[in-house]
């Protein structure tokens, strides 16, 4: 265990290196940014800028436009603009030169490589967000709500990673942490100057102050299983016989022809996926070869596949058509996915009779309580209906709604966890009336895990292990 300054200590030449990289993706956009940190920004860009002011010379915080040039031959490389911002109110905390380039994969990396030349190194992932740590910008819980912000791939999902990033986290979890430490001094006062005139901690204070925080602890707890469901969302196989109409839902789910349509029977043979936004659940749909047994190899393997892919996923759409009612084949996909989540969808209703769509419910009732969506690809029908089950299925039992922080994290909520063992552990030895002293012990452990959160008390293993899940450039 470390904490932080101890964590800064041990990062090698913690203020002497200056680090660079290509901070926007790959490929080619209007504008590529080459960001630069640490003691020599200024002077490493003032080594290939040219611009009608010195760097040295303009205000922080400001920008302007000049030319990258080579000095080995004094051949222009761009032309950009370039923002500096001296240290400490940056995003790391150190001197930052941010050169906006033409956003040219070759430029970008002519640019960076004279960076490099002239005396900063190539930064390694996180490396920006993990010196805004070291650097005391911002927690540990914040510098990951980065990479979630980052990686958020629906609205409610960006919303909760932005909250985090302001620290509404960090603020309950080192609320928390402070009240279990004024406990363990309370605690400690009074066995070891109990003649003194301080306010006497009494058994009882000490017992009720181990529930609220523990409660406390728990509400923030509710909020992770919504929270991760936002943030990773599941993944749902389309399966069904084929001619079912599986690649038709797929493609009005992602609002374009996706995956290829045909009345041929044995069409799709690839999984070919989808990720669409339901009801802020990013849900990633697998459309699959149709199961069936058949002579051909290659459609063997996909139905092989289809199976899998029904297995892994965590949701699974079966697909009728209402057109035929139900079929052996059916049976047997509907045999496929027993003891999954599941909900099965009559399609081509637009063309079949009302009374075989009542028999073919009837019929699904008797073989499970599974729900069903009455549909039709042709005009849209039950889009909405399969969306609302959808967002049913997956936060079965899971959501809570009155918990107004998503905790969206599995490493914050293992050592949330620890930390209500540990009270657990404390209420445990206080009830059976161990000498105070042992309950101060779970407290500490309590406080200790906490202080992982938000890296308080945390060590560099960890730190390195959450920076190493960051992208270059950030
Ligand atoms: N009338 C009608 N035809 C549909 C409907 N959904 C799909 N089809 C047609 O059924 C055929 C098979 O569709 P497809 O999506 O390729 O089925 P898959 O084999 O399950 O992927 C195509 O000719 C589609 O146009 C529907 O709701 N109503
Ligand atoms: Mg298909």
């Not at 290196?17 to 020599?40: K, L």
């Not at 990633?284 to 190899?297: E, K, M, S």
Request: glycine content about 8%; some cysteine; proline content about 3%.
């Amino acid at each position: 265990m470390c904490d932080r300054t101890e964590a800064a200590a041990a990062v090698p030449g913690r203020n002497a290196e200056t680090i660079a990289a290509i901070s926007t993706p790959f490929g080619t956009g209007g504008i590529g940014i080459i960001r630069i940190s640490g003691p020599e920004a200024t002077s490493v860009a003032a080594r290939i800028f040219r611009g009608r002011k010195k760097i040295s010379e303009i205000k922080s915080h400001t920008v302007v436009h000049g030319r990258i040039i080579d000095p080995a031959d004094g051949h222009m490389v761009d032309d950009v603009l370039l923002i500096k911002m001296d240290a400490p109110n940056t995003f790391t905390g150190e001197d930052t030169i941010e050169i906006n380039c033409h956003g040219g994969i070759v430029v970008l990396n002519r640019v960076l490589s004279l960076v490099l030349r002239h005396g900063a190194r190539p930064a390694h992932a996180g490396e920006f967000t993990k010196r805004a740590f070291i650097n005391g910008r911002m927690d540990l819980a914040q510098a990951e709500a980065v990479i979630d912000l980052i990686n958020s791939k629906t609205d409610e999902g960006s919303r909760a990673a932005a909250a985090q990033l302001q620290g509404k986290l960090s603020e309950k979890i080192r609320n928390a942490r402070r009240r279990m430490i004024e406990l363990i001094a309370g605690i400690e006062a009074s066995i070891e100057y109990p003649e003194e005139d301080i306010e006497e901690i009494t058994g009882e204070m000490v017992h009720s102050g181990i529930n609220e925080i523990r409660e406390e602890l728990h509400r923030t707890l509710q909020g992770f299983a919504r929270g991760r469901l936002l943030r990773e969302g599941i993944t749902a196989a389309i399966i069904g016989k084929p001619n079912a109409g599986k690649s038709s839902l797929l493609n009005a789910l992602a609002g374009s022809s996706k995956a290829i349509v045909t009345d041929i029977p044995g069409t799709t043979r690839d999984i070919i996926e989808e990720y669409v936004n339901i009801k802020g659940i990013p849900v990633r749909f697998l459309d699959t070869a149709g199961i069936r047994i058949t002579d051909d190899p290659v459609e063997t393997i996909g139905v092989e596949k289809a199976r899998l892919a029904a297995a892994e996923a965590e949701l699974v759409i079966i697909v009728l058509d209402a057109q035929t009612g139900i079929t052996d084949e059916d049976r047997e996909v509907m045999e496929t996915s027993r003891d999954k989540k599941t909900i099965v969808m009559i399609n081509k209703t637009d063309i079949a009779d009302d009374q075989r769509i009542e028999t073919m419910k009837a019929h699904i009732r008797d073989s499970g309580e599974m729900p069903v969506v009455v549909a039709s690809m042709v005009d849209g029908t039950g889009m909405d209906d399969l969306a609302d089950k959808i967002e049913e299925l997956a936060a079965e039992g899971e959501i809570s709604s009155n918990s107004e922080i998503l905790l969206t994290n599995a490493r914050h909520r293992q050592l949330i966890e620890d930390a209500i063992m540990s009270l657990d552990s404390a209420e445990s030895a206080y009830t059976s009336g161990l000498p105070l002293d042992f309950v101060t012990i779970d407290i500490r452990d309590g406080a200790d895990a906490l202080g992982q959160i938000t890296g308080e008390s945390v060590s560099e293993d960890v730190i390195n292990e959450i920076f190493s899940q960051f992208c270059v450039g950030k």
